[in-house]
């Protein structure tokens, strides 16, 4: 039967983890660009955390995830992606094999504060061969350096992309998925179109 107008598509929906390090903008960057509202699993931090949660640079941080973020962004007609946000501190990783589980790519989150930080995430993707881009999240007061500054400080691989984002803007934090969907796109050997 025509109905005179083709069928609507299915988008292809990937699964995408967002993770780094302590603070460093992971529940903002879902919460920013999310087209749903965000599932959120924070808990206030309390004084119990004092010497074992690193907050310099993020004095102002009330709460801490201690599950996961989950978001929704729509790329185009043919493409969505599920957000999940990993918790950044160190007694919450027990939950990462859970959430990385069937996770196409991930967007490491960096803070050029505390690059260090950040390791262990960049670890976790390149040992499971998952694939990842790293996003140098702006945060005020904070040198800039090039992105080969920041590849070279992480050691990553020459295709390893890297891109400076400001996670509290739809628009820059959007840059950063597509730069990883194409990522993924490229190491697969297909186009994936992100227009
Ligand atoms: N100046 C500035 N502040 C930011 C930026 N991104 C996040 N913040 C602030 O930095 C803090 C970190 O935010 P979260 O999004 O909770 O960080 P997270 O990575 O989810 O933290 P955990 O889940 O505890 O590991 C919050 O106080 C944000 O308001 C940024 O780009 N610039
Ligand atoms: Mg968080």
Redesign the pocket.
């Known amino acids: 039967m025509d109905f005179g107008h083709s069928e609507p598509t299915i988008p292809l929906a990937l699964k995408i983890l967002v993770a780094?390090?302590?603070?460093?903008?992971?529940?903002?960057?879902v919460g920013s660009v999310s087209e749903v509202r965000p599932l959120h699993t924070e808990e206030v931090l309390t004084s119990a955390g004092v010497g074992t949660d690193d907050i310099l640079g993020?004095e102002?941080?009330r709460?801490?995830?201690v599950a996961m973020?989950f978001g929704r962004i729509t790329i185009n007609d043919d493409l969505q992606l599920y957000l999940f946000?990993t918790?950044?501190?160190e007694r919450f990783w027990f939950v990462w094999d859970e959430l990385a589980f069937g996770a196409l790519g991930a967007v490491v989150?960096a803070d050029t504060r505390r690059l260090a930080n950040c390791f262990p995430s960049v670890d976790y993707f390149e040992r499971r061969r998952i694939p990842f881009v790293v996003g140098v999240?702006?945060?005020?007061g904070a040198r800039r350096f090039t992105p080969d500054a920041v590849r070279q400080a992480l050691d990553l691989d020459a295709n390893v992309p890297v891109v400076s984002c400001?996670?509290?803007d739809r628009q820059s934090g959007k840059h950063v998925l597509v730069a990883l969907v194409e990522h993924v796109a490229a190491r697969r050997g297909h186009p994936v179109p992100t227009a």
């Open positions: 780094g390090g302590f603070g460093v903008g992971k529940t903002t960057l993020v102002s941080k709460t801490t995830t973020d946000g918790p950044g501190q989150l999240n702006r945060f005020d400001d996670v509290r």
